[in-house]
């Protein structure tokens, strides 16, 4: 096919128009309120009866005195543990900042404590309080951020899923240095490439002497492209007795499609299936795929028979969170409301005796396949 030089100047002009258009609401989306590290300052004290949650953090991202954990590439991994408060009137969903970089206890999440670690104190301390905290299983989760995050947005998101979920296991963010910026979509995905050996190590010790516990691995957005990475990685180091540990959820993963294909040719089916959190409006993903000219599978139709038999086939669950309102316009947070329901999703997950498309209906608290009913009731907390 070929252009004329007046098409190929509205393409481009359509292009820029689309791409500048996307970048105003991202940077609005992004920048209103935007917390400084100032957000993780020391709180003096601490509200009698607060929720607290203690989140062990693997990073490669560099510690600048003062600055915190940057978007530099570490050359080993850091780790530190935060506790953090979480104030009596938190709303399910929302993460309520601390303003000016002042934590109130009583109004805003606050940290309380934080510790640097040494690599062996981060794998004993969360191999010891996962022996206390689990009983379903799965004594460790392991969440993975995306695009455009910085170190206290994936650290107080974690804290938050981890409050509204009210699970037992020992919560663990994984952060590599995202940008954090609209403009730093090539720098980031550089930067999830950097972390895969990184990701592969901090898993593999995970799982080392776990016993009948499971770790749950989840990544949102690009960083469902990292686990994904990692994962394919795991396999062709022989290592499937790190991935038969794993319980792995994908939310609105920004992943090419055909290259989806490949790296799960290469990992095969998972037990329990992979699950995959999709959207068919998510327009982050829509940006993604006008830039990179290929669809996401994030933003796959279930309703679609050939993307429900293609699921089928390849052992995947796949899971349209639409009914879910977002908390920005990019529709591409959805997961964040779905800590919740979490705990029944996971407790009832073996009612689902077939993988492929299914639609969750918050309305209806069901999870129902758009060609058969399956017999599952969620019940919100």
Known sequence: MTFSGDARRITLVRAFQF?????????????AGRPGPEALSLSQSALPDTKQVTVYVATTRENKEGLGYTDGKAPELNFAAYT?????????????????????????FAVTAQRTLSADEFYREVGNQAKIEASDGTDVGVFVHGFNFNFQESLFRVVQMSADANVEGVPVLFAWPSQAAVTGY???KESVTYSRDYLAETLTRLTAGRGKGRVLLFGHSMGGWLVVETLRQLKLSDRSDVLAKLNVMLAAPDIDVDVFRQQMAVIGPMSPPLTILVSKDDRALQASQFLTGNGRIGALDVA?????QVAEREKILLVDVSGISPTNPLNHDRYVQLAALYPKLTAERQDLSSVGGFILDVAANTVSSPFRLVKLAITPQ
């Open 19 to 31: 791409v500048f258009g996307l970048c105003a609401v991202l940077s609005l989306t992004a920048c």
């Open 186 to 188: 090539l720098a980031d």
């Open 84 to 108: 953090v408060s979480v104030p009596p009137g938190h709303k399910a969903g929302e993460i309520e900042w601390p303003k000016g970089g002042h934590p109130d206890p009583a109004k805003t």
């Open 304 to 308: 679609d028979p050939v993307v429900a």
